[in-house]
């Protein structure tokens, strides 16, 4: 029934193996809590963060690049890929990615917070995407899930066996629902060995946040070395 659901998620044809350290998928939320202002600063906020330097030197500090995917996800079926897998090998690519997040706009503005499926689409991007040593999927977002199964259908009926989830909360106005959400991404959304979360203080701090996390996902892994870092990782 989940996998009816989604079957159709990821449109685009496959893209050929390439020799990589780091299949990583960002994916943004657009859904109807997140308004026009804060859609701005978080695409923003990415575009920024992807040209700042300690990010970039990250992204060139092996001579294996990361191949790199961006969607943006709101309702069971409202995902839209901004940047298909691209190969981040120079400093271009990385600006060409950074240029097309930074120009695009929010594909819908008025559906509910369906992580489920959002974690179903990232799940058939990796599929087509390119052998890379480390799968990466990032997801942001500013609420719980609302609509459709649960991230840990998702989890369990699509091949997320060798990808790592990690995530960015965007705080909400008050402490109770910030506690509630930071829980929910701790238990329900971080998944695999190292998974780790990132908070930003609002959606003014998103570019902050974003830039830190990138720096720890994108830095070479020592291949063999065990992580102490996970928070609450679900494998």
Not at 27 to 33: E, G, H, Q
Not at 58 to 84: H, M, T
Not at 100 to 119: D, Q
Request: aromatic share 10%; proline share 6%.
């Amino acid at each position: 029934m989940i996998r009816a659901a989604a079957i159709a998620m990821s449109l685009a044809g496959p893209v050929a193996a390439a020799e990589c350290r780091l299949a990583l998928v960002l994916a943004m939320d657009v859904s109807s809590s997140v308004d026009m202002a804060e859609d701005s600063l978080q695409r923003g906020g990415l575009a920024a963060a992807l040209l700042a330097p300690p990010v970039q030197d990250a992204f060139f500090a092996s001579p294996l690049p990361v191949a790199i995917a961006v969607y943006e996800w709101s309702g069971r079926y409202n995902q839209e890929l901004l940047v298909d897998w691209t190969l981040i090998e120079t400093p271009a690519h990385l600006r060409g990615v950074a240029r097309t997040i930074g120009k695009s706009s929010r594909s819908h503005n008025e559906f509910p917070t369906a992580m489920g499926y959002a974690l179903a689409y990232g799940a058939g991007l990796f599929q087509r995407g390119p052998d890379c040593l480390f799968r990466t999927l990032d997801m942001a977002g500013d609420g719980e899930n609302n609509e459709g199964f649960p991230p840990a259908a998702a989890y369990r009926e699509f091949a997320f066996s060798d990808v790592t989830v990690n995530g960015l909360v965007v705080n909400a106005a008050d402490y109770e629902a910030e506690v509630t959400l930071v829980d929910f991404y701790r238990t329900e959304v971080l998944h695999g060995p190292g998974a780790f979360l990132e908070i930003a203080q609002g959606f003014d701090d998103y570019a902050r946040a974003i830039r830190a996390k990138l720096i720890r996902e994108v830095t070479p892994k020592a291949i063999g070395a065990r992580s102490f870092e996970a928070e609450d990782p679900k494998g």
